[in-house]
């Protein structure tokens, strides 16, 4: 007889909360304010910068911002996290490629989310389930984040620029972002 486990918080959050509510969708990416959340993960900065240059050139963001995570297999601290909510207008978080920091991104997501900040979360494909299960655990099991293709940690700075422009449609879902015709 199968018996099911008990899942773990690999993060050590505590907070617990149901709230499936999404920060409201700005429509416009034009002037706004980006902030980039590297979480320490091999080649998660090239990635981020990639997908700041694609939002310039697609949408006219204002600026971008580059922050960095202490490690990436923990949620982002609270003073960090309150200094990304106060400068930008929304924040992209990567790069989940093992199991602790795909469940940590996921994480990172949704805690802007409830403060307000709309957030796009990217983790590799074969970390996918790491984040629903952490959404699960957070009480928002339909969190929309972005899995790119596996890996990311071994590619050159021109894959990774690939990389950046697959992800660019997810990304501009997620934000609910006009697209230009």
Same mark, same amino acid.
């Given at each position: 007889?199968?018996?099911?486990?008990?899942?773990i918080?690999?993060t050590?959050?505590?907070?617990?909360?149901?709230d499936?509510? $999404?920060?409201?969708?700005?429509?416009?990416? %034009?002037? $706004?304010?980006?902030?980039?959340?590297?979480?320490?993960?091999?080649? %998660?900065?090239?990635? $981020?910068? %990639?997908?700041?240059?694609?939002?310039?050139?697609?949408?006219?963001?204002?600026s971008?911002?580059?922050?960095?995570?202490?490690?990436?297999?923990?949620?982002?601290?609270?003073?960090?996290?309150?200094?990304?909510?106060?400068?930008?207008?929304l924040?992209?978080?990567?790069?989940?490629?093992?199991?602790?920091?795909? #469940? #940590?991104?996921?994480?990172?997501?949704?805690?802007?989310?409830?403060?307000?900040? &709309? %957030?796009?979360?990217?983790?590799?494909?074969?970390f996918?389930?790491?984040?629903?299960?952490?959404?699960?655990?957070?009480?928002? &099991?339909?969190?929309?984040?972005?899995?790119?293709?596996?890996?990311?940690?071994?590619?050159?700075?021109?894959?990774?620029?690939?990389? #950046?422009?697959?992800?660019?449609?997810?990304?501009?879902?997620?934000?609910?972002?006009?697209v230009?015709?």
């Amino acid at each position: 007889m199968t018996t099911m486990e008990v899942l773990i918080d690999p993060t050590g959050a505590s907070e617990r909360t149901s709230d499936m509510t $999404l920060s409201l969708r700005p429509g416009t990416l %034009a002037g $706004l304010r980006v902030g980039l959340l590297d979480n320490t993960k091999p080649n %998660a900065t090239t990635l $981020l910068e %990639a997908l700041g240059d694609e939002l310039r050139q697609r949408h006219g963001i204002g600026s971008v911002t580059m922050y960095t995570k202490d490690y990436f297999g923990t949620p982002v601290k609270d003073e960090l996290r309150d200094e990304i909510v106060r400068e930008c207008d929304l924040v992209v978080t990567a790069v989940g490629d093992c199991g602790s920091c795909s #469940a #940590a991104t996921v994480l990172d997501g949704i805690i802007f989310e409830r403060h307000g900040l &709309p %957030a796009v979360s990217i983790v590799s494909d074969s970390f996918l389930m790491s984040g629903q299960a952490m959404a699960s655990l957070q009480g928002f &099991p339909g969190y929309d984040f972005l899995a790119a293709t596996h890996p990311i940690a071994s590619l050159s700075a021109e894959e990774l620029k690939n990389r #950046a422009a697959e992800l660019m449609a997810g990304v501009e879902r997620i934000l609910g972002a006009e697209v230009a015709a």
